[in-house]
C-alpha cells in the first residue's frame, strides 16, 4: 500500500527530531517536542484535518462531522519519547490514523462522524517522573498535585505550562481550557501501539487486540542518612543512604519475583553530593509496580512499604515517599474492542487478545470514553531502545486493519 510506504517515511523523518545528539529523545515541553509537533501539525493539515494546540501541548487534528450533532472518535498515542529510545513507541500510534483518514479520503469515504487524531505531549513521566501529563491535560483532569511536581532543575509541571505570555497556570484554570468532547457525544478512544513484549513474535502475528492495560503506581523514594569519611568512620557506625536503598532495591526484587504477574522497577537512582571517599548521607530513587489485577499490586505496595520501614529503623535512616502517579487497571471496552477484532480477522485472518504491561494514554481516556488498543507486533519484543522495530509489512497490517475498522464504524453509525 502506497499509504503504508507514506507512514514509514514520515516515522524516519520524525525519529530525526531530538533534544540530544546521536539519540533520540524528546520529553515534555522540550524544544524538540515543539519542532516535532509542527512536523506533525503540517502532516495533518495535509490530510485534510484541523489543527490546534491545547494548553499542555498536545496537537490535535480534526476532521468534523456531517454537523454539529456528530459523535466523535478519537484516535492517537504520544509524541514524546523515553531517553535514547526507538521512533515507534508513541509516533505510530499518532501518524498512522492520520494516514489512515488520507486513504479513506482518497477512496472517497465519507464519514458519519468527526474524528480526532491526538499526539500527547507526554506519556513516558521521564522529564517529572509521572506519566500522562498530556492525556490528563486534555482530558481535564491535572490536579495541584499534579502541577506541583518538579524535574531534575527544580522546575514545577505548572511552571512549564505556564511559561512565555500563557500566564500562571492551575489545575481550575487547565480544565477549564481543555475541550475534551462531552463523554455522551463520544464513540470511543482507540490507539495503536506497538506491543513492547514478545507474545505477537511468539504467534507469528503481525497484530493483536489488548484486552486490558495493567495497573501501575509511581513513586520517588527519598533515604536519608549521614554522610562521612568513608576511611575513617567504622562500618558499625555508618547511616549509609545509599546501602539501605540498595538493600530495599533487591528485596524489591525478590518480591516481585515470587509474585507472579508482578513488575517492580527502579529505573533512576540519585545520590546527593556523590563522592568516591564519601559515605553517600542522601539517596533518591524511582519505583514502578505494575500488576494487571490492582488487588495483588496494592497488596505488594504494602509489603514494600513494610520492607522500607524495616530497613531504615535497622539502619538508623529516615525515607519519605511521594507517589508520583497511581492508576488502576483499565478493562478495554467489549463492544470497541470486539468490532477491532473483526477488522483484524478481516486483514489478518485471525487475531489474537492480550493484556498490556505497559501503561498508555487509553488509562486516562477511559475516564472520558470505552477504550480499545491494537497492537503491532515489534522485533525481539523489544522496546525503549534504539533498536526498537515495527517491519513495514506488518505495519502495513496495522494501517490495513485501521482503515477497515474506521469504515465499518462509518456503516455502523451512519445506518
Known amino acids: ?43 495533518m493539515r495535509e490530510a485534510g484535518l484541523a489543527v490546534r494546540f491545547d494548553a499542555v501541548g498536545n496537537v490535535i487534528g480534526r476532521l468534523d462531522g456531517p454537523d454539529a450533532r456528530s459523535k466523535t472518535l478519537l484516535l492517537g498515542s504520544h509524541l514524546d519519547t523515553v531517553r535514547n529510545a526507538g521512533k515507534f ?5 499518532v501518524l498512522l490514523p492520520v494516514v489512515a483518514l488520507a486513504e479513506l479520503r482518497r477512496r472517497g469515504v465519507a464519514l ?22 498530556g492525556s490528563k491535560g486534555y482530558a481535564g483532569l491535572l490536579t495541584t498535585a499534579d502541577l506541583n511536581l518538579r524535574d531534575a532543575g527544580g522546575v514545577s509541571v505548572g511552571e512549564a505550562i505556564s511559561h512565555g505570555s500563557r500566564g500562571t497556570a492551575t489545575a481550575a484554570k487547565l480544565r477549564e481550557a481543555a475541550r475534551p468532547p462531552r463523554s455522551r457525544d463520544l464513540i470511543g478512544y482507540v490507539e495503536v501501539h506497538i506491543e513492547q513484549g514478545p507474545v505477537l513474535e511468539q504467534a507469528k502475528l503481525a497484530v493483536g487486540v489488548v484486552s486490558a492495560i495493567a495497573g501501575q503506581s509511581r513513586f ?44 517492580a522497577t527502579v529505573g533512576l537512582i540519585e545520590v546527593s553530593g556523590g563522592a568516591a571517599n564519601v ?47 497511581d492508576n488502576a487497571a483499565v478493562a478495554c471496552a467489549p ?62 497490517v496495522a494501517l490495513r486493519v485501521m482503515v477497515d475498522f474506521i469504515a465499518r464504524m462509518a456503516q455502523q453509525h451512519g445506518r
Not at 21 to 40: E, K, Q, Y
Not at 234 to 239: A, I, Q, S, T
Not at 358 to 376: K, N, W, Y
Open 1 to 43: 500500500m502506497k499509504a503504508a510506504r507514506q507512514l514509514a517515511r514520515w516515522l524516519d523523518e520524525l525519529g530525526r527530531i531530538s533534544d540530544e545528539r546521536g539519540r533520540l529523545t524528546r520529553t515534555f515541553l522540550s524544544p524538540a517536542m515543539g519542532r516535532a509537533n509542527a512536523l506533525v501539525s503540517r502532516w
Open 89 to 93: 513507541d508513541g509516533p505510530l500510534g
Open 112 to 133: 458519519p462522524f468527526a474524528v480526532e487524531v491526538i499526539g500527547f505531549s507526554e506519556e513516558e513521566g521521564v522529564r517529572f517522573a509521572s506519566a500522562y501529563l
Open 220 to 263: 520517588r523514594l527519598t533515604w536519608s542518612g549521614m554522610a562521612g569519611h568513608a576511611g575513617t568512620t567504622p562500618m558499625n557506625l555508618r547511616r549509609d543512604a545509599l546501602a539501605g536503598a540498595a538493600e530495599f532495591v533487591s528485596g524489591v526484587e525478590a518480591l516481585a519475583r515470587r509474585t507472579p504477574g508482578l513488575v
Open 279 to 325: 559515605i553517600p548521607g542522601e539517596v533518591t530513587h524511582t519505583l514502578d509496580v505494575r500488576h494487571a489485577r490492582d488487588a495483588v499490586r496494592r497488596d505488594a505496595l504494602m509489603r514494600m512499604g513494610r520492607l522500607a520501614t524495616r530497613i531504615a529503623r535497622n539502619r538508623g535512616l529516615e525515607r519519605h515517599w511521594l507517589r508520583t502517579q
Open 335 to 396: 463492544a470497541l474492542t470486539a468490532q477491532l477484532a473483526r477488522s483484524v480477522e478481516a486483514v489478518q485472518g485471525s487475531c489474537l487478545s492480550l493484556v498490556s504491561g505497559a501503561g498508555h494514554d487509553g488509562v486516562v481516556l477511559s475516564a472520558l470514553a470505552p477504550v480499545a488498543m491494537l497492537f503491532v507486533r515489534c522485533r525481539d519484543g523489544l522496546s525503549h531502545h534504539p533498536a526498537e522495530h515495527a517491519s513495514p509489512a506488518d505495519c502495513d
